[in-house]
């Protein structure tokens, strides 16, 4: 390894591995402000908080490390470039891509580790924090009931509590629905006045005990059909002491069962996602292919039906005139003598007129017919109109897993594109230190979170098809890069610039003359 590959590696790594864990406790930052209010007060421990703060950590590393290599290189270049050394390096005859070379050199195993921690770390953390925190969001509810709020964590019943005590225990005003009849159109209402809560031994159960209250029921009738609209009959109970004891062996931690069916997509890698959205495509194509039938169906039953029926249909005075295929071909076969026919009487009488083909049909089964060619249309209507919704749902599922896989790619490849971002302003500014490098670093992370989440946000609307709304990040800031990296190797400034907004804002904000 050369001297100036040595330098630039000694003055990189520091604020790399610097600016990767400060991006790493921001977002981590930004996990506990969004997550906290759902975690406190459900009885966690500091291990499991500990553990889920490593699991977002560990989910959040493909987005710190661009982050990390733009800082960095805005800060090594400036840097040089503030200390004169970057000349120095210049007027040696060494060109600036070369002293970029141990940068790239960063840049590229940036990118790999990316791919790596996209499709093995970031999966696995995924499935792990989802897991945990849905577990955690369901822990121990009795310690997280509000006032004036419904509480529907417990299993079958929604309980609403309009004052507590200081103590948590002493309530007042209770509301308790019972979901656990089988028909839920009948109503199991309690109220009561007041009331006691607590948990009880090991926190295995939890006690509800009220008083001075009534429970409204609606009473099912057994004569009564399930299409009958009437109301049931309700009965009302009084009560001066009322206890529901509550199992919480349902909220224990390790006997969750969790649904990950929810954006599955995060919980996947590359290989994976490709198989997925190869699934999808065979979906989607046997769909079209049964839509093409049904639309076929459709059509042979309004050409083919009506032409096959037509004949016998029609009245008898017509089908008397008309001939076959048959006899038309064997007229033309017989030879016709030449002689003078006799003359035959014209018939004057005029043919029954129709304006429609139902008139054409036997008045006994207009109606039959009618009611068929409705009831057939409705039901290809119905097939129509599902495989189509079917087709957006699919093509809408399958444009997700294409922006996860085009994503992973995109954050990679942003390594090495922040690099020339970060070298060439940094040798143009001729700033080092933390202080406008790390501005100049904020403001283009920002524009590119911007742009990542507007292409995913137009993806998942439609708008936009997926690949684009992953690399529209990449393509907006390609063309900045290579305007830095142009203007870095030629060494020129961006002072022309400024003198045009400043020549703009003299001519439309004359300075004012004293008189």
Known sequence: ????????????????????????????????????????????????????????????????????????????????????????MKSAGISLT??????????????MFSLFASNYMKPRANYKFIYRYNAIKRAKPALSIEEGVFNKDFRNVTIRVGEKGRDGQMIQDILV??????????????????????????????VMELQDGVQYREMKDKKAKPEDKKPHPMMRTKFESWTKIFDLSEFDLEAQNVNLT???????????????????????????????????????YEMVEPEHNAKENLPSQVTKAIKSKEEIVNDNRVKVKKSKAAPQQV??????????????????????????????????????????R?????????????????????????????????????????????????????????????????????????????????WLPYTVLFPTALILTYKALNDSDFSYLKNMVLTLYYKLFPAKQDV
């Open 262 to 300: 929810r954006k599955k997509y995060d919980l996947l890698n590359a290989f994976q996602l490709k198989a997925t959205i190869d699934s999808f495509q065979r979906e989607i194509v046997e769909n079209e292919r049964s839509n093409l039938n049904n639309f076929s169906q459709v059509m042979s």
């Open 1 to 88: 390894m050369k001297k100036i590959d040595k330098l630039i590696l000694k003055d990189f790594i520091p604020p790399y591995i610097m600016a990767f864990l400060v991006t790493e406790f921001v977002l981590v930052m930004q996990f506990l402000w969004k997550y906290i209010d759902e975690i406190i007060g459900k009885g966690v421990s500091l291990g499991i908080l500990l553990e889920l703060i490593f699991y977002w950590s560990v989910r959040i590393i493909p987005e710190a490390v661009p982050v990390s290599i733009l800082i960095a290189s805005v800060m090594v270049f400036g840097n040089l470039a503030e200390k004169y050394e970057l000349s120095s």
């Open 347 to 388: 018939n004057t009488a005029k043919l029954e007129e129709v304006s429609s083909i139902i008139e054409t049909f036997d008045k006994k089964g207009v109606i039959p017919a009618l009611t068929t060619a409705k009831h057939r249309s409705e039901r290809n209507n119905d097939k129509i109109l599902k495989s189509v």
């Open 177 to 206: 629905y019972d979901h656990s009849v089988q028909d839920k159109r009948l109503v199991n209402v309690l109220t009561a006045k007041e009331g006691l809560m607590y948990a009880g031994e090991d926190d295995d159960y939890f």
């Open 390 to 470: 079917m087709d957006d749902t699919l093509q809408h599922s399958q444009s997700l897993y294409v922006l996860r896989l085009n994503q992973q790619m995109s954050w990679a490849l942003i390594c090495i594109l922040f690099l020339f971002i970060g070298a060439s302003l940094g040798s143009i500014v001729k700033k080092g230190g933390y202080g406008y490098p790390l501005l100049i670093a904020i403001i283009f992370f920002m524009l590119f979170i911007i742009l990542n989440i507007m292409g995913e946000k137009l993806t998942k609307s439609g708008s936009v098809p997926a690949v684009f709304g992953a």
């Open 98 to 111: 070369r002293i970029m070379g141990m940068g790239i050199c960063i840049a590229v195993m940036t990118s």
